[in-house]
């Protein structure tokens, strides 16, 4: 039988053991973290707690992000695909905006970039990340009062939304594009409110405080109107794609010509998306 020395000792050296072994653990933890995955990574920079947006100089942290500050822990590899992809569609974007294509430089500027920068449209990781990034820069530039560029970053990060939704998660049948189009020409309050919900901070609370009370206006999807927007209250939707708004008749009417199509289109992979998810 082992004297009681004996068995103080083995019993201070299996402790030692079971210390050992966890420190051991936590390396290998904090190793793990630290070979999470760069996308994820650049994700949580984008995740903003509300008790630590407002810094002590009294500006929004979504202020203080930057291109660089957002894509600073992706290695290269990773950082060429999210970030010149950004680059290369907004410019394809902007010169089809030039070039009076205007709700159409969506698809032009997704034709010209699908085959080059396929691992970003067809990842949903990669893809969360250039809708945070824009969601960012549209709120950062809305606070810089350029309502214009804020609206297009806007709109930009709507329709990433709309394609993710469609092609990614498939939660629904294809992508709205003219709540896409209604984003780029869409009024403060609709704006605002838009950013607001995606947005998980109060650097917009004043703002959207002050665009409350203002009616929201809609665009009438005939180009050919005079009035363009309206208050959307007393817009109608098409009935057969629920998808654009008229603010009469006769721009209904005089918009079918262009729309048909697509209202026809959109109708029938509704109906087919139904079909599959029952």
Known sequence: MPSRKKAKGKARKAKKAVEAANR???????????????????LQRLQINDSSVIGRDGI?????????????????RSLHPCKQFIGDFKAIFYA????????????????????????????ATKMELVIRFL????????????????????????????????????????????????MCNADDHTLVSFLKKRIPCCCLD????????????????????TLQHKETGSLFQCVGCLRVNYCCVECQKADWPNHKIDCRNFSLM?????????
């Open 24 to 42: 051991d653990d936590g390396k290998e933890a904090a190793a793990a973290n630290h070979r999470q995955r760069p996308l994820e990574l650049g």
């Open 60 to 76: 929004c942290a979504h202020m203080k992000i930057s291109e660089v500050a957002i894509f600073a822990d992706l290695p290269s």
């Open 96 to 123: 089809a905006l030039e070039r009076g294509e205007c709700s159409h430089s969506y698809r032009t500027a997704y034709a010209a970039t699908r085959l080059q920068y396929r691992e970003v449209w067809e990842d």
């Open 135 to 182: 969601l960012s820069s549209a709120t950062v530039i809305f606070m810089m009062n350029d309502k214009n560029s804020a609206k297009v970053s806007a709109s930009l990060a709507c329709y990433f939304e709309e394609m993710a939704a469609a092609t990614l998660y498939e939660t629904k049948a294809s992508p709205n594009f003219p709540k896409v189009w209604e």
């Open 206 to 225: 004043k703002a959207h405080k002050d665009v409350k009370s203002v009616k929201k206006m809609g665009l009438c999807w005939n180009d050919d109107c």
């Open 270 to 278: 509704k109906a087919a998306f139904d079909s599959r998810q029952k």
